[in-house]
């Protein structure tokens, strides 16, 4: 029996999970580590999806004058 410790970057401690044997546990760990890259992919593309909407937001001319950036802003503002 092997013991995993998952940190999920929350700011708890991490969470144990126990695994059969070292094949079980390289699977996992494994697995864990690919999503996690996957994670912090998609958190990056939130993040620059919320950059092209704040920049759209401050150089568009508004709702008052209907301009190309406005829908832009939309946009990124309803994927995130």
């Excluded at 940190?7 to 699977?27: C, F, K, T």
């Excluded at 992919?41 to 406005?70: F, M, S």
Aim: charged share 35%; with cysteine.
């Amino acid at each position: 029996m092997k013991i995993l410790k998952i940190d999920v970057l929350d700011g708890n401690p991490d969470i144990e999970i126990a695994v059969s044997d070292q094949m079980d546990y390289e699977r996992l760990k494994k697995y864990i580590d690919d999503n996690k890259k996957t994670m912090f992919d998609i958190e990056e593309l939130r993040e620059k999806i919320h950059a092209i909407g704040d920049y759209a937001h401050d150089n568009n001319t508004g709702p008052a004058v209907h301009d190309a950036l406005w829908d832009i802003r939309q946009m990124c503002y309803e994927l995130i």
